[in-house]
């Protein structure tokens, strides 16, 4: 395919190479114009592509994607769900409301990952960028200090772009990961699941309007969740290696879902398979190559945490790009991508692990033993909550020392109550004076918050980096270096 006039030239020097144009790219890719950043993206696809497995963007993601400008045409653009449901074709066990957290956006938005695309190539555009699309990336080697990337580009030439950083947001077969020699243990469970999203009759009252739900029986797991534009998307096992037709997915809502009359699909919108897979790279970075999102960690998509986990991945590796690129901080700052968001994904794919496996309980005494102890615990109090915000990823940070109602370093700082300023640092004062500006490389941003007992300084990605700082902004530049993360204590 030759390219077209308005193919950008691919150039042959830049300071990141992005290979994916997924959510994690994109997001990676958006953030880095916003920060001035130079780079380059490329995408073997021509287009977004349908038919996609992620549908639901947590809280946790949303505050992220506010920094870069994505967050509110994404709302536009699906719905609300309150939260989710673990039931048991005739009852719900336990419920998990997203109604009261404490964040400017209490719901999971239930919104197709082409949906996520679209907003987020819409808003890299909008800034200035743009996707190479056609483009695949072949292999590299090292040009110190950085990389030398061998690219097909869509007229079958091969060309060569040197990049001080590559990043890998190539999905589970990461040809970046592969080059750079990182391995990627776990496990590839048999059984294979189909996804498709469809509209059912309008008057399948039974089926859930508002909540994400995991329905429970011995025949296994089924997941159906509303959509935006009256759709829903069923998840369940696939019933052989084809895409799932109507009647296939009728079948599963009768045998797994709510109990109740025959619920028929009107139509199917996109269907496909997919096997589950349980892994995570052994190290995040080698060197200038770093991995993000299904390239680093894939898992069982209960719960709707694997694209959240990618596009905070992007956030905590922008930054620490930028702040590098502009000599604002040595190299080093670098490897604690690694250690911030590998423990992450570690802890996700084995807390995904676990609940799919509890989900997927054939033996029927066993499961009604499950359903009794999963109801019991829903009348404890907090157990509920505690799962709502691990839902809502809430609760990930880079430290194990306990919240206590105040953000320690390494916490997330709440936005509802430290409002962001884009993709700036933050200095957060005591007092209501609201005249302080932006410094004038744009780096910081100065908020007073009359309920704050001391000044914080918070990263660009949201997480809290220092207590009890200057309450000067040139001051605090000046020494910006000593707030970096290290390794983390976790």
């Known amino acids: 395919m030759a390219p077209s006039s308005t193919t950008p030239v691919l150039p042959t020097k830049t300071g990141v190479l992005i290979v994916g144009a997924g959510p994690a790219g994109l997001a990676l890719a958006t953030s880095l114009r916003q920060l001035g950043v130079d780079h380059v993206l490329i995408d073997r696809n021509d287009e977004v592509q349908p038919g996609s497995k992620a549908a639901a963007i947590q809280p946790r993601t949303l505050e992220y994607l506010d920094r870069i400008g994505v967050a509110d045409r994404l709302i536009q653009a699906g719905a609300r769900g309150r939260g989710f449901r673990l039931h048991d074709r005739r009852q719900t066990l336990l419920r998990a409301s997203y109604d009261n957290l404490d964040t400017p956006y209490p719901y999971v938005l239930l919104v197709s990952q082409q949906s996520t695309e679209t907003c987020l190539l819409a808003r890299l555009e909008e800034l200035g960028g743009a996707v190479h699309r056609g483009h695949v990336f072949l292999g590299s080697t090292p040009d110190f200090p950085g990389v030398a990337a061998t690219i097909a580009g869509p007229d079958g030439v091969l060309r060569a772009i040197t990049a001080r950083y590559l990043v890998g947001c190539d999905g589970v077969h990461s040809k970046v990961r592969t080059a750079a020699g990182i391995g ?88 496909s398979t997919y096997r589950v897979q349980e892994r995570v790279a052994e190290r995040f970075s080698a060197g200038p190559v770093f991995l993000v999102g299904d390239a680093a960690h894939t898992h069982s998509p209960a719960g709707g945490q694997g694209m959240n986990t990618g596009i905070q991945d992007a956030g905590n590796l922008a930054w620490k790009l930028h702040t590098v690129l502009t000599g604002l901080a040595p190299a080093a700052l670098l490897d604690t991508y690694h250690g911030e968001r590998r423990p992450i994904a570690a802890e996700l794919v084995a807390f995904t692990s676990q609940f799919a496996k509890l989900a997927n309980l054939r033996d029927p005494a ?78 910081l941003a100065v908020r007073h918050v009359p309920t704050l007992a001391t000044p914080l300084l918070i990263r660009p990605d949201g997480y809290l980096a220092a207590r009890g700082v200057s309450i000067a902004p040139a001051e605090v530049l000046d020494r910006l270096s000593s707030y970096l993360p290290s390794s983390p204590t976790r």
Not at 202 to 213: M, R
Not at 383 to 405: C, F, S
């Open 366 to 443: 066993t499961g009604e033993l499950r359903n009794r102890v999963l109801a019991a615990a829903a009348a404890v109090p907090g157990v509920t909550d505690w799962i709502t915000v691990k839902l809502a990823q809430l609760d990930l940070g880079y430290t194990q020392e306990p919240d206590l109602g105040t953000p320690r370093v390494g916490h997330r700082v709440w936005p509802t109550t430290v409002p962001p300023v884009g993709l700036r640092w933050t200095l957060a004062l005591p007092g209501d004076d609201s005249t302080t500006l932006p410094d004038e490389q744009g780096i």
């Open 184 to 271: 990627f243990p776990g496990t590839a469970p048999e059984q294979l699941f189909a996804i498709a999203d469809v509209r059912l009759d309008a008057n399948a009252d039974a089926v859930p309007k508002e909540d994400t739900t995991f329905y429970l029986s011995s025949a296994g797991m089924l997941l159906v969740s509303p959509l935006d534009g009256g759709q829903h998307r069923i998840v369940g096992p696939a019933p052989g290696p084809a895409a799932p037709t109507g009647e296939d997915v009728e079948r599963l809502l009768s045998e797994r879902g709510p109990r109740a009359e025959r619920i028929r699909v009107m139509e199917v919108l996109t269907a």
